[in-house]
């Protein structure tokens, strides 16, 4: 499944031609990220954003799998075992401190990838699957980060992890049961704790076999690319390597920098100071807040105060929540232009621009505490967020003039002289 | 018929979250939003030391003087009522202390034991593999012994407010300093409750930890060391403290410069081999 002027592997030695005809995994690599693999020739950097997002998830198993050599699952001795880490481990910090901003850089560099899609309407046919794919692996990353907060054990773990299960007591009927099931009994403890570090190292290693579907998926059109012009020839192409290996490598020179910077020097900026006390039952925190990467739909969960139509608040909030990713599902059937860049839909183009401002308000009301006027801020906000998606993208998609695209990627690459 | 499904939902969703704006607007509208509490409008925003502490910014140290200055303050007073858990007698040495000393000082601090002939608890003298004991039996102990509030242990307390260096000094030196007075001033029924002691950087303003540094000099510093002011031991307890929270503080800053000093090299030399490679091609868009 490539272009038809791909380059085809051919084994260079003996142990080569033995690998090929027995396991080919040269020839896999090859074709899948090597020079048998052609590329639109005009990716931006924010193409960058899904290779550094398969780095972030090696990073998080490595560093993963070392803290849990040193740690246990145990509602007494769990808020301790990580500070054994901390102090006595050798660079057992280092791993803590790269797992925990790990765990904010992946999800910088998720925003990215997703918003890239947004932008270039990447989830367009015949690119769909590919996008379904990468909403399932974003929502088994929200399960992921949830329940690897709860694990060390400090306040927000314990409170977080009581508001977030809490949700589920707002479905009628089975919402109570369901709750304590989930928690293996009434509020977290060692059974909550113990089923989340089990979960919470399953689910990185189901995200990387959807990460594999994912990029299969993606090599069967191939990438997009800024004027969303599909690959007509092979002046619209570059060979992956060396072109994007090294394209690549300098992105993830850049992400590694803002990394360490992070890491080494302001490790505590992204946490909450409360989870440095060990958890309390008896004691709520006066702000209960998620990590901030829940923060915008946080806000949407909180933005329901009143009632509706016999619907209890909290219900709505929960359904809304929960509504606001799994629209991205039916993205590709709402959004009918025929173009896919924003650089050709002047309109799309500024509802993209109100829609980062509206997020980032979200945002910011998720953070603060439910008081005005950021309740009300976050209403405005979240009515707006459904109306971008199921009201404002499908009218658009019809109404909207396009620009004039250009004939192929060479052409808006070379302007007049790509047609010589 | 997606997309007009869509649309329908869409609207319902913002006509029920417009529903609770409306609602909250009609609240505010006809009751106000509410005055902040005295507590609220009291509470200040902690600050450091003159000049800021030694360890802070990317090449920040601890000044081991200070450390010890004021590991001395926490052992004369702050230990009577809070502990340090995660903090071994050990761990002093990396603070300046020799091996002797250490095993004095945790000889000269009793830690819960067992007797050896009756099993029966009692306390013996410490060892430098013992860590800092709790002053207190348990929970129950400490808030009968403290008008019902527990002091928490101090290990990780730097770490578990924000600002948690500065908010210790400014703690610790605070009693007493009156608030604005034009904001105290807008709340005359303000008042700071029985057992309770008025601290502008506590969160909710009354505090029940008893200024525990009163008076300059309380603690006598060895020769050599600063005046025993009571910013001083502020400051120098600030300090311990923040060491206690993030005694690896040295080596992740240490370790840090020389990865990142690597990290941009690596990154330039990506930087030019990308260039290298797109040499020969025209990328620029024209269109
Ligand atoms: C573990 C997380 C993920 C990894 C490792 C990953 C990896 C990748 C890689 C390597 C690419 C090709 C390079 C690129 O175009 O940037 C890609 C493309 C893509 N990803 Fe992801 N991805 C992840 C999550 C997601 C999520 C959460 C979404 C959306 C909800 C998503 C949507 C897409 C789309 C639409 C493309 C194709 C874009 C195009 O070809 O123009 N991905 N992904």
Redesign the pocket.
């Known amino acids: 499944m490539s272009f038809p002027w791909a380059t085809q592997y051919e084994p260079q030695n003996g142990f080569t031609k033995w690998m090929d005809e027995r396991l080919p995994l040269p020839r896999l690599v090859y074709n899948a990220v090597g020079a048998g693999y052609p590329v639109p020739r005009n990716?931006n950097y924010?193409?960058?954003?899904?290779?550094l997002?398969?780095f972030?998830?090696v990073l998080q198993i490595v560093t993963g799998v070392v803290l849990a050599m040193h740690y246990a699952a145990d509602a007494s001795v769990a808020f301790g075992k990580v500070e054994h880490i901390m102090r006595d481990v050798n660079w057992g910090w280092l791993m803590r401190y790269a797992h925990a901003n790990g765990a904010s850089f992946?999800f910088i560099v998720?925003y990215m990838?997703?918003f890239?899609?947004f932008y270039?309407s990447?989830?367009k046919a015949p690119?769909e699957m590919?996008?379904l794919?990468?909403?399932v692996?974003?929502l088994l990353?929200m399960a992921t980060g949830f329940m690897g907060y709860v694990l060390p054990w400090g306040q927000m773990s314990f409170w977080g992890a009581q508001v977030i299960t809490g949700l589920f007591e707002a479905i009628p009927l089975i919402g109570g049961p369901l709750k304590t099931r989930l928690l293996g009994g009434f509020a977290p403890d060692d059974a909550a704790l113990n089923r989340f570090f089990s979960l919470h190292y399953l689910l990185p290693f189901v995200?990387a076999g959807?990460?594999i579907l994912?990029?299969w998926a993606?090599h069967i059109?191939?990438?997009?690319?800024p004027t969303g012009v599909e690959v007509k020839q092979e002046s619209d192409t570059v060979p992956f390597h060396p072109y994007y290996t090294a394209k690549d490598g300098f992105g993830l020179g850049v992400f590694m920098i803002l990394f360490t910077i992070m890491v080494f020097f302001l490790p505590n900026m992204l946490g909450h100071p409360d989870n440095y006390i060990e958890a309390n039952p008896l004691s709520t925190p006066a702000l209960i807040v998620p990590e901030w990467y829940y923060w915008p739909f946080y806000a949407i969960l909180r933005a329901f105060t009143v009632d509706f139509m016999f619907i209890p608040a909290k219900l709505l909030g929960v359904i809304a929540m929960f509504a606001a990713i799994l629209i991205?599902f039916i993205l590709p059937w709402l959004d009918k232009s025929p173009v896919r860049s924003a650089k050709y839909r002047p309109l799309y183009r500024k509802f993209f621009w109100i829609l980062m401002v509206d997020l980032a308000v979200l945002f910011y009301c998720g953070g603060a505490p439910a008081e005005e006027p950021y309740v009300m801020m976050s209403q405005i906000a979240t009515a707006y967020y459904f109306l971008h998606f199921l009201v404002i993208l499908p009218i658009v998609s019809q109404i909207e003039t396009p620009k004039q695209l250009p004939n192929s990627i060479t052409d808006a690459v070379l302007g007049s002289e790509g047609k010589a | 018929m997606i997309r007009p499904l869509s649309i329908l939902v869409g609207l319902g969703f913002s006509v029920a979250v417009l529903w609770a704006f409306g609602s909250g607007a009609y609240v505010a509208m006809t009751e106000g939003t509410g005055e902040l509490s005295a507590e609220y409008a009291i509470h200040e925003k902690p600050h450091g030391p003159e000049g800021g502490f030694s360890f802070e910014g990317p090449l920040g140290k601890f000044d081991r003087a200070q450390l010890q200055r004021g590991f001395q303050v926490y052992k004369e007073v702050c230990a009577a009522c809070h502990g340090l858990k995660f903090v071994a007698f050990r761990n002093l040495q990396e603070i300046g202390f020799n091996e002797a000393e250490v095993k004095a000082i945790a000889a000269a601090t009793p830690v819960p034991g067992i007797d050896r002939n009756t099993g029966e608890a009692t306390t013996r003298s410490g060892l430098p593999t013992d860590y800092f004991p709790s002053p207190y039996a348990n929970d129950v102990a400490a808030a009968a012994a403290n008008n019902n509030a527990i002091p928490p242990d101090l290990s990780l307390m730097t770490k578990a407010r924000k600002d948690g260096s500065n908010y210790v000094y400014s703690l610790l030196k605070g009693y007493g300093e009156p608030g604005d007075p034009e904001v105290m001033a807008k709340y005359p029924e303000f008042e700071t409750g029985a057992g309770l002691y008025f601290n502008k950087y506590f969160k909710n303003v009354n505090i029940a930890m008893a200024p525990p540094l009163t008076t300059d000099g309380q603690v006598t510093y060895a020769e050599g060391n600063p005046e025993p002011t009571i910013q001083q031991m502020s400051a120098d307890v600030a300090a311990f403290l923040s060491w206690a929270a993030e005694p690896k503080m040295e080596e992740r800053k240490k370790t840090g410069l020389w990865f990142l000093g690597f990290m941009i090299f690596v990154t330039i030399l990506a930087y030019l081999s990308k260039k290298q490679v797109w040499a020969g091609l025209k990328t620029g868009r024209k269109d």
């Open positions: 990716l924010m193409w960058n954003f899904g290779v997002a398969g972030c998830l992946f998720i990838h997703i890239r899609g270039y990447s989830y690119r590919i996008w794919l990468g909403v692996i974003y990353m995200i959807v990460v994912h990029v993606l059109p191939g990438s997009s690319n991205w």
